[in-house]
């Protein structure tokens, strides 16, 4: 059950009870949305599902939440879903995501009627997953920041797009990591539009991993600004 507002003497039924102490267990009523959600006032207290295989986000904006309130958000599906700040603030502690990967989930808990702090269930140590890219060129896609190592394993030379904040929101802080396994070509790292990019390679902006089974780690220390270590040139 939604948050529920009670008078002064009031007579509370068994079913209210039970939803009380369901809420309070983190409970509540649940809901399961398909698609990009914006939160509303009746989620207070709830849990909130996504179930897409794109990727997906849910925005909190203000005015709708009281200090106190809180929100149950999980992802079951395998699209990415990512809490956004819409005109509210949503913090989190240093290292943790706001992007759910399938099977993650957290709590959003109100501070104010502007602003969230997001609690994420402990998942423990996740293994890490890839992406093989046999194509000539490449941009990076939300779930590459899920723990994820990209594998560039073409032949010849491949084109690595940073894109944009505006088309891909990645957390700051979010590390990618890379690695060329293709015999020959080089594999190049460029910025999108807006993207400024910053390496001890030859050219900082471009840098370039010109052989087989070397990698890289690609770092979102701002909105876009990124980091490029590792064995570039």
Do not use: E, H
Request: net charge neutral; charged share 5%; with cysteine.
């Amino acid at each position: 059950m939604a948050k529920q507002t009670f008078t002064t003497g009031q007579v509370l039924t068994a079913a209210q009870v039970n939803s009380l102490q369901q809420t309070a267990m983190l409970g509540g009523d649940a809901s399961v949305k398909t698609s990009s959600y914006t939160l509303v006032a009746a989620d207070a207290g709830t849990s909130v599902a996504m179930n897409s295989t794109s990727a997906t986000t849910i925005t909190v904006n203000t005015g709708l939440f009281a200090a106190g309130d809180t929100v149950t958000i999980i992802n079951q599906n395998t699209g990415a879903c990512t809490i956004t700040a819409g005109t509210a603030t949503v913090n989190k502690a240093s290292g943790a995501s706001l992007t759910l990967s399938q099977y993650q989930g957290g709590v959003l808990d109100f501070t104010s009627s502007s602003a969230a702090i997001f609690f994420p269930f402990d998942v423990g140590a996740q293994l890490l997953s890839t992406r093989t890219v046999t194509a000539t060129s490449d941009t990076f896609v939300l779930t590459d920041a899920d723990n994820k190592l990209v594998v560039y394993s073409t032949t010849g030379t491949v084109t690595l797009t940073i894109p944009p904040n505006s088309s891909v929101a990645m957390t700051t802080g979010s590390v990618l990591n890379i690695i060329k396994t293709g015999a020959t070509g080089t594999l190049s790292i460029t910025q999108g539009a807006g993207v400024t990019i910053s390496s001890a390679g030859a050219t900082s902006t471009n840098p370039v991993i010109t052989s087989a089974f070397k990698a890289a780690s690609c770092i979102k220390v701002d909105t876009n600004t990124w980091y490029v270590i590792g064995g570039i040139a």
